[in-house]
């Protein structure tokens, strides 16, 4: 079973940055297609990006442009640059497989937005 640690989230005035990193255990991650996800208090678990194991990549609409999602898979790692971050971003954010979770989920990392 494949395990998910989640870091780098913490607190950041509207408009600042934040480089999140999710590392794998096992040596299967670069065959898996990968995601961030996010949840904010109160709703439900929702897609952030997804990379898959050729490099492309997807963004929901609500961060493209802002956010990056990349990987290496010689570290077995995925990071997510957030960029010009606002007040609506705020949630824990988890990795995992993409399109659909399909590990157990880590803790995840809380990312704030607040001035």
């Known amino acids: 079973q494949v395990q998910l640690v989640e870091s780098g989230g913490g607190l950041v005035q509207p408009g600042g940055s934040l480089r999140l990193s999710c590392a794998a255990s096992?040596?299967?991650?670069?065959?898996?297609?990968m995601g961030w996800y996010r949840q904010a208090p109160g709703k439900q678990r929702e897609l952030v990006a997804g990379?898959?194991?050729?490099?492309?990549?997807n963004y929901a609409d609500s961060v493209k442009g802002r956010f990056t999602i990349s990987r290496d898979n010689v570290k077995n790692t995925m990071y997510l640059q957030m960029n010009s971050l606002k007040p609506e971003d705020t949630a824990v954010y988890y990795c995992?497989?993409?399109?659909?979770?399909?590990?157990?989920w880590g803790q995840g990392t809380q990312v704030t937005v607040s001035s």
């Open positions: 995992n497989t993409y399109p659909k979770g399909v590990f157990s």
């Open positions: 096992g040596s299967m991650f670069r065959t898996y297609a």
């Open positions: 990379i898959f194991s050729g490099n492309n990549t």
